[in-house]
């Protein structure tokens, strides 16, 4: 269970992230892709941040997490320049892919599929 300073710590790196990747995105991992931030989940000792991204307009979607663990010290001083006054110590972020919408669209479409299905069997 998450504690308020972790929810609230997680909000303000996701907002700010948000930002930065809003301005620097392009020099990581190119234009084209749209990339945002779904979720930031802190560890109790707010060390760790886990920044969950889903990533539009590419089919490889794993490189774009890998670009950004490539730039990783260059996010984490930009994060720091805009959280660095609120924050003791800046955490560590560690990146993931949040496939959620995807995931639902796939579902969607085999809905979909079965009510096709449906309607030609009546």
């Known amino acids: 269970m998450e504690s308020i300073r972790q929810k609230q710590v997680g909000e ?3 907002r700010y992230f948000g930002m930065i990747l809003t301005e620097a995105g392009t020099n990581i991992y190119g234009r084209g892709k749209l990339v945002t931030v779904t979720d930031v989940k802190m560890t109790p000792d707010l060390l760790v ?3 969950y991204i889903s990533v539009y307009g590419t089919e490889d ?3 774009v997490i890998m670009q950004m ?3 990783h010290t260059l996010l984490r001083q930009a994060l720091a320049a805009k959280i660095g006054k609120q924050m003791r110590r800046m ?3 560690e990146f993931f892919l949040d496939d959620t919408i995807d995931e639902m669209y796939r579902v969607e479409a085999l809905l979909n599929r079965v009510n096709e299905e449906d309607k030609k069997k009546h």
């Open 69 to 71: 663990e490539e730039a």
């Open 12 to 14: 303000l790196i996701r």
């Open 91 to 93: 955490p560590d972020l």
């Open 49 to 51: 941040a886990k920044i």
């Open 61 to 63: 979607k794993p490189e």
